[in-house]
């Protein structure tokens, strides 16, 4: 796991400037504390940081190939690295070093581009070939590890991380307006766009393209949902065990100690099982976090009975972390710091300080996102299901009904439904996350409602599925909007924040695809979501574990915004000089506040929403982009040509 950043500049005369490559490596010194790398040549630049993982002495990065013609830069794992160096071993290459790393570099060689087609891991990397003056950047295929680009008039700057590119003069910090919107709407900014206007997204199972005759991007990977014929539910379960085995089994190779996030839930304790299994006799660190909140709150909001009871069957070795509202407030500049972008999703506190607990004692940590996204586990999937028979039934009674009761009940919760079920799927569902609801939103920009970006992005996830294929119409979009815009981003920055590497069994791409050739009653089954994950581990893992329903990752933020943090909320959204009444209306924003505050309606979201995008424009817009706790890198020298 790692930073990668570079520059390749094709219409300047001036070459690249070595002291700023230095300066957007050590922008995310925290991503690879172990080691740094550069490469510097006339119009070209890249630089590292290492957390070392595998070939702990050699691996250092750039990597060649054996004539020096070819280099790369490169984040990620590639889980099959010893079969394709076998196998490029056999068709002539010659290797220097055990790293993955160096099996991408060959593989381009033999493959061209068509060498990500025979890569199984997590990846971000840029390959430049000095001969042809050529550069390929690619992603892997769910978004697990984030790339960001900046491109004008012949000039190309890629990252890890927004902050790097930031330190480019040239690059303007401005608020892009055309992710505001969308922002509100869900609570993140679905790619391609950021916050940042002229700052993109490379999107997942994308590769991008630069020469001398200019930038392009395409897709060489998409989740297709063919449901597989005459195929028994018998053999549908056992080839799922076959391959989440087999991605937990590839997922142990590392020169270093490994652990387990472990909520007590039904996919991370899977995947403490089957390490367990895999790993024999060997005790599993497990880690788990939870908050220091009043008795009566505790059962609402800790998941920790669960999680050492999952443990305890396991024979683990447990550890837990509690989080109190003043850790939640004090940690919030740096956590926006190091998410690079406004993404208002509460669930970061905790996993930051989680990640923060397993640093102490382990560098590489397994963890059960995505099994959701894949397998159906979240409870709006069969709402929007129930919703959408009822509209294809009723198509006109429904939305009457929904109105009668939105009158009797006039709740956001029931607002929300009532709005819903007067609307079809494809204006209906967007995602997983709730953002603001439409109205308030509006309001709060001052506009008419309309298409938004994020409207325009689930609308093309829809038409990529079959009208007939609700449910797994809804998995599309959040695979390729939610997963990696918010889930996974999340997940690498809060890691990569502590120096700490998170692999997800659940996102190999071979188990992804084999689940969207399930049929839907294997995934979701009357309200039983996850139907196959739970029969692979029924006797397996404890049946409390196995039949209670999903929490995720609650976070106190609705109390604590309105108690101990409401000093908190009114010295940062209400000051004259806050960053969001240039951007939106200071007395909806007054209003949402004291809605909250007043407990007349829970607003804990839209404040959370504000206060992100409020301590983000203070980081990144204000000010410099610089780390809150600065370390001081040492610097190797950079690479002669």
Known sequence: MCGICGIVNFDRSEPVDPDLVERMTTAMVHR???DDGYFVEANAGFGHRRLSIIDLGGGKQPIFNEDGSIL?????EIYNYAELTTKLTGLGHTFQSRSDTEAIVHAYEQYGDACVDHLRGMFAFAIWDRRCKRLLVARDRLGIKPLYFYQCDGFLAFASEIKSLLQIPEVARVVNPEALEPYLTLRYVPGPQTMFKGISK????????????????RKYWD??????????SEDYLGRFQELFEESVKLRLVAEVPLGVFLSGGLDSSAILAVMSKLRGRER????????????????SVNEFEYARLAAKAFGAEHHEFKLTADDFRDSLTDLVWYLDEPLADDSCIPLYFIARLARKHITVVLSGEGADEILAGYGIYKRMLAIEAAYEQFPQLTPWVARNLASVFPGQVVQRYARWASLPMEERYRG????????????LLGRQAGQTAADDAFRFCFEAVPKKDVLNRMLYADAKIWLPDDLLLKADKMTMANGLELRVPFLDHKLVEFAATLPAHLKLKGSTGKFLLREAMKNVLPKRIINRSKKGFPVPTESWLRGDLKNFVHDTLLASNAACRG???PRVIERIVGEHERGTENRRQELWTLLVFEIWHKLFINTQAETPNPRKAVLSKMRPC
């Open 202 to 217: 490379l999107q997942p199972g994308h590769l991008l393209v630069m020469d001398a005759h200019g930038v392009r991007t």
């Open 223 to 232: 989740l297709k949902y063919r449901v597989g014929e005459g195929i028994s």
């Open 32 to 34: 690879g504390p172990d």
């Open 432 to 443: 997983v996350s709730m953002g603001m609801p439409t109205a308030l939103r509006c309001e």
């Open 72 to 76: 790369i830069v490169f984040n990620g």
């Open 284 to 299: 599993i660190k497990t880690f788990s976090v939870g908050y220091e909140v009043p008795s009566a709150q505790e059962d």
């Open 583 to 585: 951007y939106m209306e």
